[in-house]
């Protein structure tokens, strides 16, 4: 069982940036899609971002999309999500997951994963951007 933990949420005013982190524990991390999703009050949860096992594709929620950016180092079995031009709308709490299967790549399938798609997930990390 993949353990993760996040880090790198916080408060940041409208229009500032955070980076978020996601340290991952076990071996499958390289070749396993890594993907974020976030969570509103009184809403459901709801993906972001997602990075292939190789970092080569991505795929991103149009409310994100060149605003946001995934990345991952394998050598370090982490998933990040920098996150610029930051709005109100973006609070929620921010949790990683990985794929529940080898070699997935939504960015070649050209379609959103869904939660289901994940097996394991981390804690969540809080990121409250003020108006």
């Known amino acids: 069982q993949v353990q993760l933990v996040e880090s790198g949420g916080g408060l940041v005013q409208a229009g500032g940036s955070l980076r978020l982190s996601c340290a991952a524990s076990g071996r499958t991390f390289s070749s396993r899609a890594m993907g974020w999703f976030r969570q509103a009050p009184g809403k459901q949860r709801e993906f972001v971002a997602v990075m292939n096992w190789s970092g080569r594709t991505t795929y991103y929620a149009d409310s994100v999309k060149g605003r946001f950016t995934i990345s991952r180092d394998n050598a370090k079995n982490t998933v990040y999500l920098q996150m610029n031009s930051l709005k109100p709308e973006d609070t929620a709490v921010y949790y990683c997951a990985i794929d529940r299967a080898d070699y997935s790549d939504y960015g070649a399938y ?3 994963p869904t939660a289901r798609d994940f097996g394991s997930w981390g804690q ?8």
């Open 124 to 131: 969540g990390t809080q990121v409250t951007v003020s108006s």
């Open 110 to 112: 050209d379609r959103a």
